[in-house]
C-alpha cells in the first residue's frame, strides 16, 4: 500500500479567529502530537488533499470556500474545527450566516467547541487522517473511529462537555432560556415525561446554562472529547428524562420540586412535610387551611 501523505489547507470563514489560533497552538505545541501524522501544510488548495474550516460561513465567504472545494486534490477530506463551522454556534440565525458548512460541502470529521480544546483538534485531524487513508485505500469509511491519542488528559476545572443530573432537574427552563446557541431543547411526552437534551454539537461551553440553573442540575464536565465523525454528528446527544408525578390529594399530574430545589429553598427547615407528593395548587390550600382554619 502506498504511504498517504495528508496535505493540509486552513480556510476561515468568518470565524472569530478563536478556533484559528488555537489550531495554530495545536499545530505548534509538540505535546498535541499533530507532528506524528506525517502532515504537511500546503499554501496552495491545489495541493491539498485535506481541508481544515474553521467558522460558520458567512455569506461573504461563500463563494471563497466554493472555489477552494473544486480546486481539492480527490479524494479529499474535510474537517470543522469550531461549533461555529459544525452548527453555526452563537452565529445560528443571524442574515450574515449562510453555514454550518456541511449545507454545501461533505464534512467528515466535526470537532465541536468554542474553541475546541487542542487535544480535541488534535484527535479531530488524526481522525481525518485516517478517513483519508480509507478513501485512498479504496476502503468504505467506518461507522466509528477509535480514540486515537489515548493519554491525554484535561485539568478537573476544565469546561468541557455538559452534563444533566435528572433527579435535580425540573424542568424550569431557564437553561433553555439562557442559552445563546440553542443547544438545549425540553419537550414533554404524551405519557408524563420531560425530555431534556443538551446537543454537543451546538454547544458553545459558555457555562450559561449551568450559572442560572437553580438547582446545580446541569453542570459541566471536563470532557473534551468532541471531535465525531460526520455521521456522528445528530446522534451526540445527551438525554434526561424528567417524569411528572400524580397528586396523592387532587390527582392532577404535576412536576415536583427536585430534592435540589428544595435543599436551596429550606436550608433551615425541615423540608420532608414540603416534599410531600401534593402539587402546589393542594399545598397551598394545605397551608392556608392549617395557618387560617
Ligand atoms: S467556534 Fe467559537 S472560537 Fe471558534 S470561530 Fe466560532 S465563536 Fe470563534
Ligand atoms: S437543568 Fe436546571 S435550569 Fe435546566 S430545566 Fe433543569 S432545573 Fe431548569
Ligand atoms: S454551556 Fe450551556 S448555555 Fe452555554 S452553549 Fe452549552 S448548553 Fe448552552
Known amino acids: 500500500m502506498s504511504k498517504v501523505i495528508p496535505k493540509l489547507f486552513r480556510i476561515n470563514t468568518g ?3 478563536g478556533c484559528d489560533v488555537e489550531f495554530v497552538a ?7 502530537q499533530l507532528d506524528t501524522l506525517g502532515i504537511e501544510l500546503v499554501s496552495d488548495v491545489k495541493d ?5 474550516i474553521t467558522g460558520p460561513l458567512s455569506a461573504r465567504s461563500e463563494s471563497f470556500l466554493k472555489n477552494a472545494l473544486g480546486k481539492l486534490k480527490k479524494p479529499f477530506v474535510v474537517v470543522g474545527i469550531g461549533t461555529c463551522s459544525v452548527s453555526c454556534g452563537i452565529f445560528r440565525d443571524s442574515y450574515a450566516i449562510n453555514g454550518p458548512i456541511d449545507k454545501f ?3 467528515d470529521v466535526n470537532i465541536a467547541g468554542c474553541p475546541p480544546r487542542p487535544q480535541s483538534i488534535a484527535e479531530g485531524i488524526a481522525k481525518g487522517v485516517k478517513v483519508l487513508e480509507q478513501k485512498m485505500h479504496g476502503e468504505a469509511t467506518p461507522k466509528a473511529i477509535d480514540t486515537i491519542f489515548k493519554d491525554f488528559s484535561a485539568p478537573e476545572s476544565f469546561r468541557g462537555r455538559m452534563s444533566l443530573n435528572e433527579e435535580n ?9 439562557v442559552c445563546p446557541s440553542n443547544a438545549i431543547e425540553i419537550s414533554s411526552t404524551d405519557d408524563g415525561w420531560f425530555v431534556h437534551k443538551i446537543w454537543h454539537n451546538s454547544c458553545c461551553f459558555c457555562g450559561n446554562c449551568a450559572y442560572f440553573c437553580p438547582t446545580d442540575a446541569i453542570f459541566a464536565t471536563n470532557s473534551f472529547d468532541t471531535a465525531k465523525l460526520q455521521s456522528e454528528k445528530f446522534s451526540d446527544v445527551n438525554i434526561g428524562y424528567i417524569d411528572y408525578q400524580k397528586c396523592s390529594c387532587c390527582g392532577e399530574m404535576y412536576m415536583p420540586p427536585s430534592q435540589g430545589l428544595l435543599n436551596k429553598s429550606y436550608i433551615y427547615n425541615n423540608v420532608s412535610k414540603l416534599n410531600e407528593r401534593i402539587c402546589s395548587k393542594c399545598r397551598k390550600e394545605a397551608n392556608f387551611k392549617r395557618m387560617y382554619a
Open 15 to 17: 470565524s472569530c479567529n
Open 26 to 32: 495545536t499545530a505548534f505545541v509538540d505535546k498535541f
Open 48 to 52: 491539498a488533499n485535506l481541508l481544515v
Open 105 to 107: 460541502v461533505e464534512v
Open 169 to 177: 432537574c425540573t424542568a424550569c427552563r431557564t437553561c433553555e432560556t
